[in-house]
């Protein structure tokens, strides 16, 4: 780890990328990572590890991954996903990461990160212990780490997600993990959603539930129901920790306890305006509908909140300070 950090330090090209690797890097219309001879990776520190690329440094850490800037020899630089496949309980991540990878061809919004490639790493045995993500660089923030935005500021990153969770329904993928850390504002207001491990492709086999569960519909916990409704209640969530600081009340009751039932939800709920005094009433009723625990009361489609949003945009960009392009940090 402290190796990896070092600035300028150029890394060896040692992976060696199994054919489907390099079949995925050529549909990605990049140069697939060197290849090298099988045998050399065992055991290799991940310093030395990263084929024909130079780690600038680490940009943040998943729950079983660590994300690398890097720069490659063609002077591009990514975001590098690494995940560490060690033992047989870690089979759920290969699974994720390809997942991940499988959504990201699906897609393409200038709000939805882009997946490059995917590169397996595998042991003598044909074992994988490692998998690389090849991501497009965001050069900015998670949601969860940025100073408090202004109600103009936050209304139009809304939008955004709005705009990029639409492009991912109408391609039959559901995203199941909207939550601030899955989200970037870049230094010149691009707002990106991360982090398609856990998303949803109709038709294919459901995975495990998983996730934050403040930011989890009652029916994506309970039932491992992932849709359209369970994507805005996740976006209703994220609205209201981002408008009012606060979480929403979990939808999983604790260990013992009585499942928590609509009213149960609706006693905990702190109203946004009263976290968020300042919240115009337009905002403050859309963030409740998305959090309503009856899927059929939320609202029917993303598209319809990018229509309150878009006039809510009105209303309070005013001036060019306003606009997400001028945040300046
Ligand atoms: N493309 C990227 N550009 C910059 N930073 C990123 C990028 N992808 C992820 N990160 C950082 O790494 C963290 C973890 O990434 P994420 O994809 O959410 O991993 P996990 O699937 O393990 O949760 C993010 O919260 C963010 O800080
Ligand atoms: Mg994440």
Redesign the pocket.
Known sequence: MRSIMKQDMHVAGTIYNNMVGHAFCLAAGLRPARLCEPGLTGGVDMAESISSYKILGA???????T?YHICRDDERQF?L?VVPIEKKEHAKYLE?AENEFRVGQMLDHPNL?KIHTLELQRDWLWRVKKVHLL?????GK?LDQMPRLTMPQLVQVFEKLAKGLTHMHRRNVFHADLKP??I?ISKIGAVKI??F?LAWIRGKPKHRVQGTPEYMAPEQANDTIVNEQTDIFNMGATMYRMTTGMLPPSTIAAPNCPPIDAKMFVNKLAPVSELAPTAPPELCDLIHRCLSFDPKKRPQRMLEIIEMLGVLIEQLVQTDEDKLESMGW
């Open positions: 940009l943040g850490k998943g729950a079983h991954s994300i975001a996903k994720q990160v991501i497009e660089l965001v050069q998670t850390s899955n970037m991360l982090d491990g």
